[in-house]
Protein backbone atom coordinates (compact mmCIF):
# COMPACT_ATOMS: atom_id res chain seq x y z
CA UNK A 1 0.00 0.00 0.00
CA UNK A 2 1.14 3.62 -1.27
CA UNK A 3 0.39 6.06 1.60
CA UNK A 4 1.20 9.73 0.70
CA UNK A 5 1.17 12.06 3.30
CA UNK A 6 0.59 15.56 2.18
CA UNK A 7 0.69 18.83 3.82
CA UNK A 8 3.99 18.60 5.61
CA UNK A 9 5.37 21.86 6.27
CA UNK A 10 8.82 22.21 7.84
CA UNK A 11 11.57 19.93 9.65
CA UNK A 12 12.36 23.36 11.27
CA UNK A 13 8.86 23.55 12.52
CA UNK A 14 9.85 21.44 15.74
CA UNK A 15 5.84 20.67 16.44
CA UNK A 16 4.97 20.07 12.75
CA UNK A 17 7.91 17.38 12.63
CA UNK A 18 6.87 16.11 15.83
CA UNK A 19 3.27 15.39 14.35
CA UNK A 20 4.89 13.95 11.04
CA UNK A 21 7.47 11.88 13.39
CA UNK A 22 4.60 10.42 15.49
CA UNK A 23 2.08 9.57 12.47
CA UNK A 24 5.47 7.58 10.70
CA UNK A 25 6.35 5.48 13.74
CA UNK A 26 2.27 4.89 14.21
CA UNK A 27 1.57 4.14 10.69
CA UNK A 28 4.77 1.89 10.21
CA UNK A 29 3.53 -0.72 13.06
CA UNK A 30 0.13 -0.65 11.45
CA UNK A 31 1.64 -1.38 7.80
CA UNK A 32 4.87 -2.37 8.05
CA UNK A 33 5.07 -3.16 4.07
CA UNK A 34 3.88 0.42 3.60
CA UNK A 35 5.42 2.60 0.92
CA UNK A 36 5.38 6.29 2.94
CA UNK A 37 6.04 9.57 1.46
CA UNK A 38 6.17 12.77 2.35
CA UNK A 39 5.06 16.06 0.84
CA UNK A 40 6.81 19.01 2.30
CA UNK A 41 7.78 22.90 1.71
CA UNK A 42 11.25 21.61 3.12
CA UNK A 43 14.10 22.86 0.74
CA UNK A 44 15.98 19.33 0.15
CA UNK A 45 18.01 17.58 -1.87
CA UNK A 46 17.65 14.73 -4.48
CA UNK A 47 16.84 11.22 -2.29
CA UNK A 48 16.36 13.46 1.01
CA UNK A 49 14.06 11.54 3.82
CA UNK A 50 12.84 12.57 6.90
CA UNK A 51 12.50 9.69 9.17
CA UNK A 52 13.19 7.18 6.40
CA UNK A 53 10.50 8.57 4.62
CA UNK A 54 10.96 9.99 0.64
CA UNK A 55 10.61 13.49 0.41
CA UNK A 56 8.85 15.10 -2.44
CA UNK A 57 8.20 18.83 -3.28
CA UNK A 58 4.68 20.80 -2.61
CA UNK A 59 3.17 21.79 -5.71
CA UNK A 60 3.74 25.60 -5.17
CA UNK A 61 7.68 25.01 -4.03
CA UNK A 62 8.64 26.48 -7.20
CA UNK A 63 6.52 29.56 -6.48
CA UNK A 64 8.15 29.95 -3.52
CA UNK A 65 11.48 29.82 -3.97
CA UNK A 66 12.46 30.21 -7.82
CA UNK A 67 12.01 34.43 -7.14
CA UNK A 68 11.97 37.30 -4.89
CA UNK A 69 9.43 39.11 -7.33
CA UNK A 70 5.67 38.83 -5.80
CA UNK A 71 4.20 39.46 -9.58
CA UNK A 72 6.52 36.42 -10.33
CA UNK A 73 5.31 34.29 -7.21
CA UNK A 74 1.86 34.99 -7.73
CA UNK A 75 2.05 34.20 -11.47
CA UNK A 76 3.73 30.79 -10.67
CA UNK A 77 1.00 30.16 -8.52
CA UNK A 78 -1.46 30.61 -10.64
CA UNK A 79 0.42 28.56 -13.36
CA UNK A 80 0.89 25.70 -11.16
CA UNK A 81 -3.12 25.40 -9.54
CA UNK A 82 -4.35 25.44 -13.60
CA UNK A 83 -1.81 22.96 -14.79
CA UNK A 84 -2.00 20.60 -11.83
CA UNK A 85 -5.93 20.49 -12.39
CA UNK A 86 -5.78 20.46 -15.83
CA UNK A 87 -3.35 17.22 -15.67
CA UNK A 88 -5.30 15.19 -12.69
CA UNK A 89 -8.94 16.21 -14.73
CA UNK A 90 -7.50 14.71 -18.00
CA UNK A 91 -6.04 11.71 -15.93
CA UNK A 92 -9.08 10.97 -14.47
CA UNK A 93 -11.21 11.49 -17.95
CA UNK A 94 -8.88 10.12 -20.50
CA UNK A 95 -6.40 8.07 -18.40
CA UNK A 96 -3.93 9.76 -20.31
CA UNK A 97 -0.81 12.03 -18.48
CA UNK A 98 0.27 15.66 -20.24
CA UNK A 99 3.71 16.00 -18.47
CA UNK A 100 4.39 18.78 -20.91
CA UNK A 101 2.01 20.57 -18.38
CA UNK A 102 4.17 20.31 -15.24
CA UNK A 103 7.61 20.63 -14.02
CA UNK A 104 9.78 18.47 -12.64
CA UNK A 105 8.92 18.42 -9.39
CA UNK A 106 5.38 18.74 -9.47
CA UNK A 107 5.51 15.87 -12.01
CA UNK A 108 6.88 14.03 -9.60
CA UNK A 109 4.56 15.12 -6.93
CA UNK A 110 0.98 14.52 -8.53
CA UNK A 111 2.65 10.86 -9.82
CA UNK A 112 2.90 9.98 -6.37
CA UNK A 113 -0.69 11.12 -5.72
CA UNK A 114 -1.73 9.48 -8.80
CA UNK A 115 0.05 6.27 -7.43
CA UNK A 116 -1.35 6.42 -3.73
CA UNK A 117 -3.88 4.12 -2.22
CA UNK A 118 -4.43 6.69 0.35
CA UNK A 119 -3.98 10.16 1.03
CA UNK A 120 -3.33 11.21 4.78
CA UNK A 121 -3.13 15.46 5.06
CA UNK A 122 -1.07 15.41 7.69
CA UNK A 123 -2.00 17.22 11.03
CA UNK A 124 -1.61 20.94 11.78
CA UNK A 125 -3.48 24.13 11.71
CA UNK A 126 -2.97 25.65 8.00
CA UNK A 127 -6.57 25.88 7.44
CA UNK A 128 -7.15 29.09 8.44
CA UNK A 129 -7.63 32.39 6.96
CA UNK A 130 -7.48 35.97 8.16
CA UNK A 131 -9.43 38.27 5.83
CA UNK A 132 -5.94 39.53 3.51
CA UNK A 133 -5.49 38.52 0.11
CA UNK A 134 -2.35 36.74 1.30
CA UNK A 135 -4.17 34.68 3.36
CA UNK A 136 -6.92 33.77 0.82
CA UNK A 137 -4.00 32.56 -1.68
CA UNK A 138 -2.78 30.95 0.79
CA UNK A 139 -6.30 29.25 1.86
CA UNK A 140 -6.59 28.20 -1.70
CA UNK A 141 -3.34 26.80 -1.94
CA UNK A 142 -4.29 24.63 1.29
CA UNK A 143 -7.33 23.73 -0.65
CA UNK A 144 -5.81 22.88 -4.03
CA UNK A 145 -3.41 20.26 -2.72
CA UNK A 146 -6.74 18.87 -1.76
CA UNK A 147 -8.39 18.57 -4.20
CA UNK A 148 -5.92 17.27 -6.79
CA UNK A 149 -6.28 13.91 -4.54
CA UNK A 150 -10.40 13.86 -4.97
CA UNK A 151 -10.20 14.41 -8.79
CA UNK A 152 -8.14 11.52 -8.98
CA UNK A 153 -10.90 9.87 -7.14
CA UNK A 154 -8.31 8.87 -3.93
CA UNK A 155 -9.39 8.46 -0.39
CA UNK A 156 -8.41 11.81 1.35
CA UNK A 157 -8.12 11.92 5.15
CA UNK A 158 -7.29 14.78 6.98
CA UNK A 159 -5.74 13.89 9.96
CA UNK A 160 -5.78 15.48 13.66
CA UNK A 161 -6.38 19.45 13.11
CA UNK A 162 -7.75 22.75 13.14
CA UNK A 163 -9.88 24.25 11.13
CA UNK A 164 -11.36 27.80 10.72
CA UNK A 165 -12.17 30.15 11.15
CA UNK A 166 -11.86 31.75 8.43
CA UNK A 167 -11.38 35.52 7.52
CA UNK A 168 -14.04 35.93 4.36
CA UNK A 169 -16.50 33.98 2.58
CA UNK A 170 -14.13 33.03 -0.76
CA UNK A 171 -12.30 30.93 2.10
CA UNK A 172 -15.42 30.07 3.83
CA UNK A 173 -17.23 28.85 0.01
CA UNK A 174 -14.18 27.33 -1.36
CA UNK A 175 -13.45 25.16 2.16
CA UNK A 176 -17.04 24.47 2.50
CA UNK A 177 -16.78 22.65 -1.14
CA UNK A 178 -13.26 20.45 -0.72
CA UNK A 179 -14.14 19.85 2.24
CA UNK A 180 -17.30 18.01 1.78
CA UNK A 181 -15.54 15.75 -1.14
CA UNK A 182 -12.77 13.98 1.32
CA UNK A 183 -13.47 11.00 3.03
CA UNK A 184 -12.64 11.76 6.73
CA UNK A 185 -11.41 15.04 8.79
CA UNK A 186 -10.17 14.60 12.34
CA UNK A 187 -10.81 18.07 13.95
CA UNK A 188 -8.17 17.78 16.92
CA UNK A 189 -10.36 19.96 19.23
CA UNK A 190 -14.04 21.05 19.75
CA UNK A 191 -13.57 24.17 18.51
CA UNK A 192 -12.62 23.22 14.73
CA UNK A 193 -15.58 20.82 15.33
CA UNK A 194 -18.29 23.79 15.32
CA UNK A 195 -16.01 25.41 12.67
CA UNK A 196 -16.82 22.55 10.46
CA UNK A 197 -20.70 22.46 11.32
CA UNK A 198 -20.74 26.39 10.78
CA UNK A 199 -19.21 25.74 7.25
CA UNK A 200 -22.18 23.06 6.83
CA UNK A 201 -19.43 20.36 6.13
CA UNK A 202 -21.75 17.21 6.45
CA UNK A 203 -20.62 14.47 4.17
CA UNK A 204 -17.02 13.42 5.45
CA UNK A 205 -16.88 11.14 8.66
CA UNK A 206 -16.03 13.95 11.16
CA UNK A 207 -14.06 11.89 14.04
CA UNK A 208 -13.00 14.42 16.63
CA UNK A 209 -9.34 13.03 17.60
CA UNK A 210 -6.51 14.97 19.43
CA UNK A 211 -2.92 16.32 18.20
CA UNK A 212 -1.04 13.44 17.81
CA UNK A 213 2.21 15.41 19.21
CA UNK A 214 0.68 14.42 22.31
CA UNK A 215 1.86 10.84 21.13
CA UNK A 216 5.44 12.32 20.57
CA UNK A 217 8.44 10.93 22.28
CA UNK A 218 11.89 13.09 22.92
CA UNK A 219 15.05 11.45 22.53
CA UNK A 220 16.03 11.61 26.60
CA UNK A 221 17.84 14.42 28.57
CA UNK A 222 21.17 13.50 29.34
CA UNK A 223 22.42 14.82 25.44
CA UNK A 224 20.23 18.04 26.43
CA UNK A 225 21.49 18.38 29.61
CA UNK A 226 25.03 18.42 28.53
CA UNK A 227 24.33 20.80 25.64
CA UNK A 228 22.31 23.18 27.81
CA UNK A 229 25.78 23.26 30.36
CA UNK A 230 28.57 23.78 27.69
CA UNK A 231 26.04 27.10 26.81
CA UNK A 232 26.51 27.76 30.28
CA UNK A 233 23.11 26.91 31.65
CA UNK A 234 23.98 25.12 35.10
CA UNK A 235 21.32 25.35 37.41
CA UNK A 236 18.21 23.24 35.63
CA UNK A 237 15.96 23.39 39.07
CA UNK A 238 14.11 26.22 38.27
CA UNK A 239 14.59 26.94 34.66
CA UNK A 240 11.15 28.41 32.83
CA UNK A 241 11.49 28.13 29.33
CA UNK A 242 9.80 30.83 27.23
CA UNK A 243 8.86 30.79 23.26
CA UNK A 244 7.91 33.34 21.30
CA UNK A 245 7.06 34.67 17.83
CA UNK A 246 6.43 36.93 15.12
CA UNK A 247 2.65 37.57 14.52
CA UNK A 248 0.99 41.06 15.55
CA UNK A 249 0.95 44.08 13.54
CA UNK A 250 4.79 46.23 14.07
CA UNK A 251 3.30 48.46 17.08
CA UNK A 252 1.36 45.53 18.55
CA UNK A 253 4.25 43.25 17.87
CA UNK A 254 6.59 45.64 19.81
CA UNK A 255 4.70 46.04 22.69
CA UNK A 256 4.15 41.97 23.06
CA UNK A 257 8.05 41.94 22.77
CA UNK A 258 9.00 44.37 25.25
CA UNK A 259 6.26 42.69 27.85
CA UNK A 260 8.44 39.42 27.45
CA UNK A 261 11.37 40.90 28.10
CA UNK A 262 10.40 42.74 31.05
CA UNK A 263 8.97 39.31 32.18
CA UNK A 264 11.98 37.40 31.58
CA UNK A 265 14.03 39.95 33.89
CA UNK A 266 11.15 39.62 36.58
CA UNK A 267 11.64 36.14 36.69
CA UNK A 268 15.55 36.42 37.59
CA UNK A 269 14.65 38.48 40.46
CA UNK A 270 12.62 35.91 41.74
CA UNK A 271 15.40 33.57 41.24
CA UNK A 272 14.44 31.64 38.03
CA UNK A 273 16.73 31.18 35.21
CA UNK A 274 15.22 32.01 31.55
CA UNK A 275 15.72 29.88 28.53
CA UNK A 276 13.75 31.33 25.53
CA UNK A 277 13.90 28.26 22.72
CA UNK A 278 12.78 28.99 19.03
CA UNK A 279 10.00 26.24 18.20
CA UNK A 280 9.73 27.32 14.48
CA UNK A 281 13.30 28.53 12.38
CA UNK A 282 11.64 28.27 9.07
CA UNK A 283 12.40 30.54 6.15
CA UNK A 284 9.10 30.04 4.38
CA UNK A 285 6.95 33.44 5.60
CA UNK A 286 10.17 34.38 7.79
CA UNK A 287 8.66 32.25 10.41
CA UNK A 288 12.12 32.48 12.47
CA UNK A 289 11.47 32.93 16.07
CA UNK A 290 15.38 33.45 16.50
CA UNK A 291 14.41 36.58 14.70
CA UNK A 292 12.30 37.21 17.61
CA UNK A 293 15.05 36.27 20.23
CA UNK A 294 17.24 38.60 19.14
CA UNK A 295 15.16 41.38 19.39
CA UNK A 296 13.98 40.80 22.83
CA UNK A 297 18.00 40.39 23.86
CA UNK A 298 18.75 44.10 22.74
CA UNK A 299 15.23 44.79 25.47
CA UNK A 300 16.92 43.76 28.49
CA UNK A 301 18.22 45.80 30.45
CA UNK A 302 19.34 43.43 33.50
CA UNK A 303 19.10 39.99 34.59
CA UNK A 304 21.23 38.73 31.56
CA UNK A 305 23.53 36.71 33.72
CA UNK A 306 20.31 33.93 34.19
CA UNK A 307 18.49 34.53 30.13
CA UNK A 308 19.88 32.27 27.42
CA UNK A 309 19.08 32.28 24.23
CA UNK A 310 18.81 28.36 22.34
CA UNK A 311 20.29 28.53 19.01
CA UNK A 312 18.24 26.95 16.46
CA UNK A 313 20.81 24.09 16.15
CA UNK A 314 18.24 21.78 18.10
CA UNK A 315 16.04 19.41 15.98
CA UNK A 316 12.70 18.67 17.20
CA UNK A 317 13.46 15.62 19.67
CA UNK A 318 16.53 17.41 21.78
CA UNK A 319 13.55 20.80 22.16
CA UNK A 320 10.69 18.28 23.49
CA UNK A 321 13.64 16.87 25.59
CA UNK A 322 14.34 20.84 26.65
CA UNK A 323 11.14 21.41 28.13
CA UNK A 324 10.82 18.43 29.96
CA UNK A 325 14.03 19.18 32.05
CA UNK A 326 12.40 22.68 32.66
CA UNK A 327 9.94 23.71 36.15
CA UNK A 328 7.45 25.69 33.92
CA UNK A 329 7.20 26.86 30.29
CA UNK A 330 5.56 29.98 28.82
CA UNK A 331 4.66 29.17 25.32
CA UNK A 332 3.33 31.30 22.04
CA UNK A 333 3.83 28.54 20.05
CA UNK A 334 1.61 25.95 20.45
CA UNK A 335 3.40 23.08 20.33
CA UNK A 336 5.84 23.99 22.87
CA UNK A 337 2.96 24.29 25.07
CA UNK A 338 1.76 20.69 24.01
CA UNK A 339 5.74 19.18 25.07
CA UNK A 340 5.75 21.15 28.27
CA UNK A 341 2.00 19.09 28.77
CA UNK A 342 3.06 15.82 27.60
CA UNK A 343 6.32 16.32 29.79
CA UNK A 344 4.16 17.16 33.04
CA UNK A 345 5.64 20.69 33.26
CA UNK A 346 3.05 23.43 34.01
CA UNK A 347 2.49 26.10 30.71
CA UNK A 348 0.98 29.66 30.58
CA UNK A 349 0.04 29.93 27.19
CA UNK A 350 0.06 32.75 25.15
CA UNK A 351 -2.91 32.28 22.55
CA UNK A 352 -2.07 33.55 19.05
CA UNK A 353 -4.62 31.96 17.07
CA UNK A 354 -8.10 29.74 18.38
CA UNK A 355 -5.97 26.32 18.49
CA UNK A 356 -4.12 27.01 21.49
CA UNK A 357 -7.65 27.96 23.77
CA UNK A 358 -9.19 24.83 22.20
CA UNK A 359 -6.15 22.65 23.36
CA UNK A 360 -6.09 24.68 26.72
CA UNK A 361 -9.67 23.81 27.09
CA UNK A 362 -9.72 20.25 26.70
CA UNK A 363 -7.23 20.17 29.59
CA UNK A 364 -9.42 22.46 31.87
CA UNK A 365 -6.92 24.83 31.68
CA UNK A 366 -8.33 27.97 29.97
CA UNK A 367 -7.44 30.09 32.87
CA UNK A 368 -4.13 29.81 32.20
CA UNK A 369 -4.48 31.28 28.42
CA UNK A 370 -3.03 35.10 27.42
CA UNK A 371 -4.01 36.57 24.32
CA UNK A 372 -1.46 37.36 22.46
CA UNK A 373 -2.53 40.89 21.50
CA UNK A 374 -3.59 41.51 25.28
CA UNK A 375 -0.11 40.46 26.39
CA UNK A 376 1.86 42.89 29.20
CA UNK A 377 4.52 42.07 31.59
CA UNK A 378 1.93 42.79 34.72
CA UNK A 379 -0.47 40.29 32.62
CA UNK A 380 2.55 37.85 32.67
CA UNK A 381 3.16 38.41 36.29
CA UNK A 382 -0.14 37.62 37.46
CA UNK A 383 -0.81 34.83 35.60
CA UNK A 384 2.45 32.93 36.53
CA UNK A 385 2.32 34.02 40.28
CA UNK A 386 -0.90 32.05 39.81
CA UNK A 387 0.59 29.65 38.00
CA UNK A 388 2.73 28.69 40.24
CA UNK A 389 0.63 28.93 43.41
CA UNK A 390 -1.72 26.67 42.18
CA UNK A 391 1.57 24.21 40.71
CA UNK A 392 -0.17 21.00 42.51
CA UNK A 393 -3.68 21.71 41.47
CA UNK A 394 -2.60 22.54 37.22
CA UNK A 395 -0.78 18.81 37.81
CA UNK A 396 -3.78 17.54 39.12
CA UNK A 397 -5.64 18.63 36.15
CA UNK A 398 -2.91 17.10 33.38
CA UNK A 399 -2.60 13.45 34.96
CA UNK A 400 -6.37 13.67 34.43
CA UNK A 401 -6.58 14.73 31.06
CA UNK A 402 -3.59 13.55 29.90
CA UNK A 403 -4.60 9.62 29.24
CA UNK A 404 -7.66 11.09 27.68
CA UNK A 405 -6.25 13.52 25.00
CA UNK A 406 -3.68 10.27 23.99
CA UNK A 407 -6.38 8.12 23.70
CA UNK A 408 -8.10 10.33 21.33
CA UNK A 409 -4.94 11.23 19.01
CA UNK A 410 -5.09 7.20 19.33
CA UNK A 411 -7.91 7.10 18.40
CA UNK A 412 -7.21 9.04 14.78
CA UNK A 413 -4.93 5.69 13.55
CA UNK A 414 -8.34 3.64 14.50
CA UNK A 415 -9.98 5.61 12.04
CA UNK A 416 -7.57 5.40 9.31
CA UNK A 417 -7.72 1.37 10.29
CA UNK A 418 -11.47 0.77 9.68
CA UNK A 419 -11.38 2.98 6.66
CA UNK A 420 -8.72 0.83 5.25
CA UNK A 421 -10.21 -2.29 6.02
CA UNK A 422 -13.73 -1.71 4.81
CA UNK A 423 -12.34 0.37 1.23
CA UNK A 424 -10.15 -3.11 0.75
CA UNK A 425 -6.66 -1.12 0.45
CA UNK A 426 -4.83 -3.77 1.82
Known amino acids: MNILLTHGYSKDNRGDAAIVSAMVDKLRVLYPSAVLSLVTLDRFQQ ?7 DLLHAFFYSAIYTSRSTLFRILRTIKMLATTLIWAALFRLLGTEIDLL ?19 AVGGGYLVGKNTLHDTVTVIVQLHAIIVGVILKKPVVLFSQSIGPFGNWVQQVLSSFVLNMVSIIMPREPLSTANLRELKVVKPNIAETADV ?24 TKLVAITVRNWLDIEKQESYEQAVAKFAQYLVTQGYTVLFVPQVT ?18 LTSGQQSIYFL ?17 YVVGTRMHSVIFALTSRVPALAIAYERKTV ?14 MEQVTAELL ?40 VKNGLV
Open 47 to 53: GAKFEGV
Open 282 to 299: SAFHNDDDTVVNDRIKVL
Open 213 to 236: AFLFESSGQAEVKQILSKLGVQDL
Open 102 to 120: LNENELETIRAYKNAHTIL
Open 311 to 327: PNSFNFRQTKSVFEICK
Open 358 to 371: GIMSSFGLQEYIIP
Open 381 to 420: EQNFLKLNSHHAEYLVKLDAHMPIEQERAERAFLEVQAFV
